[in-house]
């Protein structure tokens, strides 16, 4: 079973009402994330190896592999960063090589780099996010200023996003890629940076996104992470699949009893 684990009380709560209307729409598919045949190719290395995978709705899904195995590839393929070599990525049923805006207004991308716009101060970043997918509405900015004040980043709204930390432009672009309730949050790497208190709530968050309806796909080299907050797991290897399931599964697979993902 996976570990139980939770912040106070009040702020689950708030977490749970900023996450109210996340749910897809009447005609929503079953499947919210379809990989047919993924192949990513520079020049004669191999990337990625034709990867078949498909992740229902209402779920978090961790990608786990070592440095090197084409997670973050894949991550960019399904963000729409990248275009397959070979193979389609769908999400919620569009093609994102045919049906590009459908498919991509659908994702929220939080990379393990944050790269931002510092001369923009954070609040403006998140109104210039929420307009681009005509989202700059007052319940976008009420749902900002709720996320910036879980991460005790509220206070810095109207500061230049040049003068933040490593971990608060991870937050703030964690915070930019929720305001808009997408379907699917595609994550890499979700916990570089944060400090302890924030991993934790984002660990709540995730699963209060999940109740509400969305689905997280994330991937990660780090072993608890992944056992601490997945309900499914692919583990990678140069550029394949080579288990997966939930973690019971795979330890029958190993037929090791209680045996952890390491």
Same mark, same amino acid.
């Given at each position: 079973? %996976? !570990?139980?684990?939770?912040?106070?009380?009040?702020?689950? /709560?708030? @977490? *749970?009402?900023?996450?109210?209307?996340? &749910?897809?729409?009447?005609?929503?598919?079953?499947?919210?994330?379809?990989?047919?045949?993924?192949?990513?190719?520079?020049?004669?290395?191999?990337?990625?190896?034709?990867?078949?995978?498909?992740?229902?709705?209402?779920?978090?899904?961790?990608?786990?592999?070592?440095?090197?195995?084409?997670?973050?590839?894949?991550?960019?393929?399904?963000?729409?960063?990248?275009?397959?070599?070979?193979?389609?990525?769908?999400?919620?049923?569009?093609?994102?090589?045919?049906?590009?805006?459908?498919?991509?207004?659908?994702?929220?991308?939080?990379?393990? %780099? !944050?790269?931002?716009?510092?001369?923009?101060?954070?609040? /403006?970043? @998140? *109104?210039?996010?929420?307009?681009?997918? &005509?989202?700059?509405?007052?319940?976008?900015?009420?749902?900002?200023?709720?996320?910036?004040?879980?991460?005790?980043?509220?206070?810095?709204?109207?500061?230049?996003?040049?003068?933040?930390?490593?971990?608060?432009?991870?937050?703030?672009?964690?915070?930019?890629?929720?305001?808009?309730?997408?379907?699917?949050?595609?994550?890499?790497?979700?916990?570089?940076?944060?400090?302890?208190?924030?991993?934790?709530?984002?660990?709540?968050?995730?699963?209060?996104?999940?109740?509400?309806?969305?689905?997280?796909?994330?991937?990660?080299?780090?072993?608890?992470?992944?056992?601490?907050?997945?309900?499914?797991?692919?583990?990678?290897?140069?550029?394949?699949?080579?288990?997966? &399931?939930?973690?019971?599964?795979?330890?029958?697979?190993?037929?090791?009893?209680?045996?952890?993902?390491?």
């Amino acid at each position: 079973m %996976r !570990p139980e684990y939770g912040i106070n009380q009040p702020v689950q /709560e708030q @977490l *749970r009402r900023l996450m109210d209307g996340v &749910g897809p729409g009447e005609d929503a598919t079953p499947e919210m994330l379809q990989l047919n045949g993924i192949v990513k190719r520079y020049g004669d290395f191999v990337a990625v190896n034709g990867l078949d995978l498909t992740v229902p709705r209402g779920e978090i899904f961790g990608f786990l592999g070592p440095n090197g195995a084409g997670k973050t590839t894949t991550i960019r393929m399904v963000a729409g960063v990248l275009e397959p070599t070979e193979g389609s990525v769908l999400v919620g049923g569009y093609d994102l090589a045919t049906h590009p805006v459908e498919a991509k207004s659908r994702i929220g991308y939080i990379p393990d %780099r !944050p790269y931002l716009y510092e001369k923009l101060s954070g609040g /403006e970043f @998140l *109104r210039f996010v929420s307009g681009l997918w &005509g989202k700059d509405e007052p319940p976008s900015e009420d749902r900002a200023d709720g996320m910036l004040e879980i991460f005790n980043l509220l206070e810095w709204k109207h500061e230049l996003i040049e003068s933040y930390s490593h971990g608060m432009r991870q937050k703030l672009l964690i915070t930019s890629a929720l305001i808009r309730q997408p379907e699917l949050i595609v994550v890499d790497e979700p916990m570089v940076g944060l400090d302890p208190r924030s991993a934790r709530i984002l660990k709540d968050l995730f699963r209060v996104y999940v109740e509400r309806g969305g689905t997280v796909f994330l991937s990660s080299h780090t072993l608890e992470v992944v056992e601490a907050v997945c309900d499914r797991i692919a583990i990678l290897r140069e550029g394949s699949i080579i288990a997966q &399931g939930t973690m019971d599964e795979l330890r029958a697979q190993v037929d090791s009893g209680g045996a952890d993902l390491e």
